[in-house]
Every structure is written in C-alpha cells, then in structure tokens.
C-alpha cells in the first residue's frame, strides 16, 4: 500500500427494516400497510433499507429481522391522543405500546419481538412511529383524519430514516 493512501476502513451501515403492520380491512388499522406503500411510491431506497408490508402476519415476520440493525415500525397507536395525532415511540417507551392492543396483529408483533430477543434476532434500535386512529371499523379505506395526516406520517419516516443517515432520492429522480 502506498503510504499516501489512506488506511481508512469503509463501514457498511446497518440494515433498516421498515415495517408496516396492520389490517387495511378495518379502516386506520391498516395505517402502516398503506404508509409503506405510500413510501415505495414516492421513493428510492439505498439497498440496505427493505420496506415490508407485514400485514397481519406476526411471528412469521421472523425471518425478515436476519442481519437488521434498525427496525422502524409503522402502525396505529392507541397512545390517548386526539385523532390524528403521530406519536414516535422508542427505547422504554416501546414496551408500553405494544402491551396496549388496539388489534390482534398486535399480539403477534409484541410476541415478535419477544421472540427475536430470546433468539438474538432483535434489531439493536427499534423505533414505532404511530398514528391515533379515528376509527377500527370495517372498511378499506382510511378515515379522512387519518388519511389527511398521511403525508405527516410518511414525513415522519423519512425523518426518523434521515436520523439514521439514510436519504432516500424522490421515485421520479436518479440515484440511491
């Protein structure tokens, strides 16, 4: 090696999950699934942040914690607050959260992370960014508070990804 070039060592960042849970069939509680749709839309990720719609789908979501450094968590929070209202929950805040269920799919995601702690899986940050539901009825569309505050919540992540170093390119520019 020549004495001039530097010995510096390129570290690979970390792999980001974002995760979007819930059920679009009843109304917010799909929130998350719609907001990782949002952001596929709208974005280009660097190709160590994967974003999931994981739906429903509980500890079979497992699988997808190998080798994540972050996870990011995006779905309805039952946190008192007005409708409408994002909150972001990380560190102690988290377990809280996830022993208030608002929904089924939340048992499997408080038992997910359960389970990627006892197996090592567990991402070493873990941040939920929520929204306040209107409302949990039947239906495929989100109510118009929680629609209204959509790009707040899409903002919300992109801003939490930023704190993360990661600077997703707009889906209509080049790059990432």
Do not use: C
């Amino acid at each position: 090696m020549n004495p001039t070039q530097s010995t510096e060592l390129v570290q690979t960042p970390p792999r980001i999950l974002v995760l979007g849970v819930g059920n679009i069939l009843l109304q917010d509680e799909g929130v998350g699934v719609h907001v990782v749709r949002r952001l596929e839309e709208q974005f280009r990720f660097p190709e160590h942040v994967e974003l999931l719609d994981g739906a429903t789908a509980g500890l079979e979501l497992l699988p997808y914690f190998d080798g994540v450094g972050r996870l990011l968590v995006v779905d309805v929070v039952d946190a008192g607050k007005p409708p409408g209202t994002i909150v972001r929950l990380d560190g102690e805040e988290l377990p809280a959260f996830f022993s208030v269920k608002i929904s089924p799919h939340q048992l499997g995601l408080s038992d997910l992370l359960a389970v990627a702690e006892l197996t090592g899986k567990r991402p070493a940050e873990t941040v939920a960014i929520g929204i306040q539901p209107a409302s949990l009825e039947t239906g495929l569309e989100l109510s118009p508070v929680v629609a209204d505050h959509l790009a707040d919540i899409v903002a919300a992540v992109i801003e939490q990804l930023a704190a993360w170093d990661v600077q997703p390119t707009p889906a209509g520019e080049r790059g990432a």
